[in-house]
């Protein structure tokens, strides 16, 4: 896998980029002006970042594997050390599939029922191949998603959730929040994940918990 230069990165606009940070050559962005990555991040091949008006924010020690999407027009937030695996789908907009409304982006939009709605994903989540998240989802700290899972609804946090719709299955270790404070102990000198990045643009704030949701899919 070819990554990106720090210069090539420079170039494609983002609003802020941090140190350490990992992007192919094959990922695709769209609107980089309105997505910040911060320190020690990795996107993999054939990625699709399409940031809308709410933007795209993605912490630090964040891994997005192969062939994700992120796509909508609300916000969606990555936070530290979460991990998306490969062909994680994750939508901040959202056709209506009832029939009361049009569907597909080349219908205008007044003749269409388009749900947009924030999704954060946050601190040391981790979603498994073929996960789909749907607009205005919470996924709490630490909580798993299993493969293929269809998430719908918010998350608690430490809990482990598969199936579709996604359901509790387990709960999760918390032992992970010990290993993060060796990390960071260990890293004299450095500064602290998620707490700065080098600006191209002035780094979005954190936005409220988005409210739980229910919708059917993108078109």
Do not use: W
């Not at 919470?138 to 899972?149: H, N, S």
């Not at 004299?188 to 600006?199: I, K, L, M, N």
């Amino acid at each position: 896998m070819a990554f990106l230069s720090r210069q090539a990165l420079r170039r494609l606009g983002f609003a802020a980029i941090g140190e350490n940070v990992l992007v192919s050559d094959k990922a695709s962005f769209h609107s980089p002006s309105r997505i910040v990555l911060g320190d020690h991040v990795r996107i993999d091949d054939f990625c699709v970042l399409s940031a809308g008006e709410g933007g795209i924010r993605i912490g630090s020690f964040v891994h997005v594997a192969c062939q994700c999407t992120l796509i909508g027009k609300g916000r969606i937030e990555l936070e530290d050390f979460c991990n998306l695996s490969g062909r994680v789908a994750v939508y901040s907009s959202s056709d209506d599939f009832s029939g009361t409304g049009m569907t597909n982006p080349m219908v205008p939009r007044e003749f269409r029922r388009v749900t947009d709605d924030p999704v954060r994903i946050g601190r040391h989540a981790i979603l498994g191949t073929g996960a789909v998240v749907l607009p205005g989802v919470v996924i709490g700290e630490g909580a798993a998603v299993g493969a293929l899972t269809l998430v719908r609804e918010s998350l608690e946090p430490f809990l482990i959730y598969a199936g579709t719709p996604a359901r509790r299955i387990g709960e999760r270790s918390r032992t992970l929040l010990e290993l993060e404070a060796q990390l960071r102990a260990g890293m004299p000198g450095r500064r602290a994940a998620g707490r700065t990045v080098t600006r191209a643009g002035a780094r979005p704030a954190t936005p409220p918990t988005s409210r739980r949701k229910r919708s059917q899919g993108r078109g």
